[in-house]
């Protein structure tokens, strides 16, 4: 179980103060305060359109590109608040990496594919240097041995689970800290699934994970806190194993026991 | 339970699907004869364009003609030469009516076969040759018996003696019909038999030269800020209704466009490719960014997304991402823009380019005609021999543009990536 | 509670509460029967309430089977998923309430076929009495999720404790005076332990009770009023 004395002396990574969010007249997050421990993964559950994949898109500033949408409060990432209108948004996704639902590999290949985001970065300096972070990042998201010998493929040439850790493995290419994934595995078929899920609980260790599920047992089985979310509100946040054994809201128990209301 | 194998309702939709397979097939055949008998039409009558009548005639060059040959081939006097050899084949004739009337068998420019017999073999230069020369186009038109021969004379183009002289020349199997490529080398004429395309084909190539390197980069990059830089606000609904708008307005607007701004205002260099180019390069203009807008939108925002994700900016993102994803589909817009404009004619009218142009352009600034220019003042011309050579530049023009859009799917191919 | 949205588990659910429902009714009958046939000396009714004995068993295993079930099926989590273990331990519970009232009846045959007595010596109905009014009331507490019913049980398990070395200390005296009824006096030793054991595991049930409500097991130490003897 949870080792209290050590989750005590892990700092928050990520700090949400009063996100509200509209897009347009319609109002989707009201006023989310949320802390994020470092290394560490943190799962976002709740009823579709309740404002989760919102928030996530919040913290690596991909709101930005929806035209209309509004997003205020402060997102505190290591003290800094990212939300401030001179932040520099291509080196804060850069730190902050995103995973999507639909495996989303570029129509390159697959060495291509991981070595995009520090060519573009200027991450180094040699072939060889750039050949070492594509091997690094493979091998960390679990890909390498399955496409070591085939780098020059397309990307597109790989299987579901396969793509999704070549997406992976392109977002820890750019040296994040933090890793933002939204439902990476509803698309995959269960092997693949339970791949993914291995794969994060060794990247934690490294990165700290923000992760989004309508899967009520993924975000049981992977996560150390969890957020409910409902209709724009964080309804409860706690503990994965206070949530799942003995949640604190009504709501949430509805909600994760499949009750209605 | 219903009966689901024998029921009436089923035999009449199986009735109804095989119609429905028949009626549409039927529409395909029924385009497809249309377009094969036109080609089938036009191809026939095309034909003898191709081919060239001569004439055989022998030469025996006179030891001052040799001499001056040998000083300056330019200074021999040809002419002179080809009438004798004629007249020689004919002694009979001798009135200069007559004589007239023989000469006129022959095109005004046979010498020029002589010439260049002599230039090729030099060592011939002595002996009594027989020289095959370019017959007049009337020959042709007699031998395919084109012309009624039954009619009175007044009423033909050709006279009695003239019949007399082209029969004798047949039954001495002095007539020649060989392939000729003059429709490519020539420039045009005001004889059929020397007529040729060159100057029309060049000048067509300049025009959608300058036609290309204005519109397409204008056009994409507009394309560009519209779909992905410019803000979705009403400002960019308007200019997006008008562009549309552009696309639908007649052709020969823009050639007033042209003679009024390039020719009066600018004074341009009038009936060049550097104008035709312009004004041509305007009408392409909303063809290629309505085609390259609906390429850039087409492209899924998972890319775009996943390219953002990582880092890239604005401008990364569309160079390095959507644009090479968008290629295939603005290469065709591009061409299907350049291939409409190559077969444009009314607007080219307004600023001169369709005038009867003699020299084959080298530059964009020199005076140039286009082949559809060149079809329409071949088609008008009431000599009959002009009606193949009508035909066969509608069969250049119609191959180049097969050869535009083969190359459009060659690019496509090459550039077509999944995602 | 609302129901859920699977109404197929919620039909899961009540069956196993119909179940349990059962079977505590069984188990207090099986109770009352065994008391009232040692004070009526009714030796017919020793045999069918040994003989009852094997429906309780084969009700608790089906308990436990249909909730394994709906565990494997539904992977229920937090109140659904205590809901149906609870049921499972107290179904074993329960089970094992109901094998003492057989020992008390099969040791009341043994002492009312072989011995001669009037009344009995001791006031081991007291006891059992005072058990049966436990195990009716904490049965309700956890039918009708009564914390406080419940609460009360986990702390009368005193009273039980007092009544049975009471019950003791009488009978050794009886042995010490008259060393001819020793077996007897052994087999009510024996049956006013089981009474006593079915008293604290009504305390059991109590302490399911609270954990399935709060989630977690109750702080307080239970009171008792001695440790061994």
């Not at chain 2, 097969?402 to 459009?408: D, E, G």
Request: aromatic residues 6%.
């Amino acid at each position: 179980m949870k080792d209290v004395g050590k989750s005590m002396k892990k700092k928050n990574k990520i700090v949400t103060n009063n996100i509200t969010v509209d897009y347009g007249d319609k109002r989707a997050l009201h006023g989310i305060d949320l802390k994020i421990e470092e290394k560490e993964v943190t799962a976002l559950i709740g009823p579709s359109g309740c404002g989760k994949s919102t928030f996530i898109r919040c913290l690596n500033r991909m709101n930005d590109l929806i035209t209309g949408c509004k997003v205020e409060g402060s997102i505190l990432i290591d003290g800094t608040d990212i939300n401030l209108p001179d932040t520099d948004i291509v080196e804060l996704r850069a730190r902050i990496g995103m995973v999507f639902q639909k495996p989303n590999p570029f129509p390159k290949s697959i060495y291509d594919n991981v070595a995009y985001g520090p060519r573009i970065h200027g991450l180094a300096d040699s072939k060889n240097e750039l050949d070492n972070i594509v091997h690094k990042s493979l091998k960390r998201a679990g890909l390498w041995d399955e496409v070591h010998e085939r780098l020059d493929a397309s990307g597109l040439s790989l299987s579901g689970g396969q793509q999704q850790r070549l997406c992976i493995a392109r977002a820890i290419a750019v040296n994040p800290d933090v890793l933002l994934m939204d439902e990476p595995c509803s698309a995959l078929d269960p092997i693949a699934t339970a791949v993914i899920e291995e794969l994060i609980n060794e990247l934690k260790e490294r990165y700290t994970i923000v992760i989004v599920t309508h899967s009520m047992q993924q975000a049981a089985r992977l996560s150390e806190k969890t957020a409910y979310f409902h209709l724009g509100k964080m309804i409860e946040y706690d503990d994965t194993s206070n949530i799942f054994t003995n949640p604190k809201h009504e709501m949430t128990e509805a909600y994760i026991s499949g009750r209605i209301g | 339970m219903t009966d689901f194998n024998t029921s009436k309702r089923l035999k009449n939709r199986y009735k109804a699907e095989k119609r429905f397979k028949v009626y549409s097939m039927s529409a395909l055949i029924i385009g497809i004869m249309i377009l094969l008998t036109l080609l089938s039409s036009i191809t026939i009558s095309a034909i003898p364009a191709f081919t060239q009548t001569s004439i055989g005639v022998d030469v025996q060059m006179d030891d001052d003609d040799i001499q001056q040959f040998q000083d300056d081939p330019n200074e021999v006097s040809w002419r002179s030469i080809q009438k004798s050899s004629l007249y020689e084949l004919f002694p009979d004739v001798e009135s200069r009516s007559q004589k007239k009337e023989l000469n006129k068998i022959l095109s005004t420019a046979a010498y020029i076969k002589i010439k260049d017999f002599y230039l090729k073999n030099p060592k011939l230069l002595d002996k009594k040759n027989t020289i095959y020369v370019t017959a007049s186009d009337d020959v042709d038109l007699v031998l395919k018996k084109i012309i009624d021969v039954t009619l009175p004379e007044n009423m033909r183009t050709v006279s009695d003696d003239q019949l007399k002289y082209i029969s004798f020349l047949s039954e001495d199997d002095r007539i020649k019909k060989q392939i000729s490529w003059k429709l490519f080398q020539n420039s045009d004429s005001r004889e059929p038999e020397l007529a040729g395309l060159k100057g029309g084909i060049i000048g067509t190539l300049l025009t959608m030269f300058v036609t290309l390197i204005i519109s397409f980069p204008i056009g994409v990059l507009a394309a560009i800020y519209l779909e992905e830089i410019a803000p979705k606000n009403r400002i960019t609904d308007i200019i997006e209704v008008n562009i549309n708008n552009l696309a639908a307005v007649p052709s020969i607007v823009y050639g007033l466009l042209g003679l009024a701004v390039f020719l009066n205002y600018l004074s341009m260099p009038r009936s060049a490719p550097l104008v035709g180019g312009i004004v041509l390069a305007l009408m392409t203009l909303p063809v290629i960014i309505i085609a390259t807008r609906a390429a850039l939108a087409s492209i899924p925002p998972s890319i775009r997304e996943a390219a953002y994700g990582v880092g890239a900016s604005q401008m990364q993102v569309i160079i390095h991402h959507v644009v090479p994803l968008a290629l295939p589909g603005i290469l065709t817009g591009t061409i299907i823009g350049i291939a409409r404009a190559a077969g444009e004619t009314a607007p080219l009218l307004m600023i001169g380019m369709m005038a009867f142009i003699v020299d084959v352009p080298s530059k964009i600034t020199d005076k140039a005609t286009v082949l559809p220019a060149q079809i329409y003042m071949w088609a008008n011309n009431p000599e009959r021999s002009f009606e193949y050579l009508t035909s066969a530049a509608i069969l250049i023009l119609l191959l180049i543009l097969i050869i535009m859009n083969l190359l459009a799917i060659l690019l496509r191919r090459k550039y077509e990536r999944r995602w | 509670m609302t129901n859920h949205i699977n109404s197929a588990f919620d039909e899961g659910l009540k069956d196993v509460n119909k179940q349990i429902a059962k079977l505590g009714a069984l188990a207090e009958t099986q109770l009352d029967n065994s008391l009232n046939a040692l004070k009526d000396k009714n030796i017919k009714k020793f045999e069918s309430i040994i003989e009852r004995d094997k429906k309780l068993d084969q009700i608790t295993a089906e308990i436990s089977s249909s909730v394994f079930e709906l565990l494997a099926l539904w992977s229920p989590i937090a109140y659904d998923l205590r809901s149906l273990l609870v049921a499972d331990r107290i179904g074993a519970i329960l089970e094992r309430i109901g094998d003492y009232s057989k020992n008390i009846a099969r040791r009341s045959q043994i002492i009312v076929t072989e011995e001669e007595f009037d009344r009995l010596p001791v006031n081991i109905i007291g006891l059992g009495t005072h058990v049966q009014g436990l195990l009716h009331q904490v049965l309700d507490a956890y039918m009708e999720l009564d914390i406080e019913k419940a609460m009360k049980i986990w702390e009368s398990d005193v009273e039980t404790d007092r009544l049975y070395l009471s019950i003791f200390k009488e009978t050794l005296q009886v042995m010490a005076e008259d060393s001819d009824n020793i077996k007897m006096m052994t087999h009510l030793i024996f049956m006013s332990k089981n009474l006593e054991r079915i008293g604290d595991y009504t305390t059991s049930i109590a302490k399911q009770t609270y954990f399935l409500i709060e989630g977690k097991f109750p702080e307080t130490k239970r009171p008792k009023a001695m440790t061994t003897f």
